[in-house]
């Protein structure tokens, strides 16, 4: 069983940055793939980016690239979003997860990932 605590949300007004840590803990965490999602109100479940087991393949969903970059340290089990230039529709509830692998196609899916965080919240308002 994995555990993934995610933190670093909070208030930032646009143009800002914020970035976000994930915690994983349990048996053979450096194994897993992590990922990065966001839910706004209303909206469906959406895949920021992915980092495989060992930090040496990363994907993107194309609308976040170059302003999202995700990264991982394995000694410390802690898997980063740096977010820059946030804008008001980058608010929503940011979550972590863990799962067998980072995709190389085009999407990045849920339901790929087995073990998730519960979620920081970031608010992008002036």
């Known amino acids: 069983q994995i555990q993934v605590v995610e933190s670093g949300g909070g208030l930032v007004e646009p143009g800002g940055s914020l970035r976000l840590s994930c915690v994983a803990s349990g048996r053979d965490v450096n194994h897993f793939s992590m990922a990065w999602f966001r839910q706004a109100p209303g909206k469906k479940r959406v895949g920021i980016s992915c980092?495989?087991?060992?930090?040496?393949?990363?994907k993107y969903t194309e609308s976040m690239e170059g302003r999202f970059t995700i990264s991982r340290n394995n000694a410390k089990n802690v898997t980063y979003l740096q977010m820059n230039s946030l804008n008001v529709d980058d608010s929503a509830v940011y979550s972590c997860?863990?799962?067998?692998?980072?995709?190389?196609?085009?999407?990045?899916?849920?339901?790929?990932?087995?073990?998730w965080g519960q979620g920081t919240q970031v608010t992008v308002s002036s």
């Open positions: 997860a863990a799962g067998p692998v980072c995709t190389r196609s085009r999407v990045i899916w849920p339901h790929d990932y087995h073990y």
């Open positions: 980092i495989d087991a060992s930090g040496t393949h990363t």
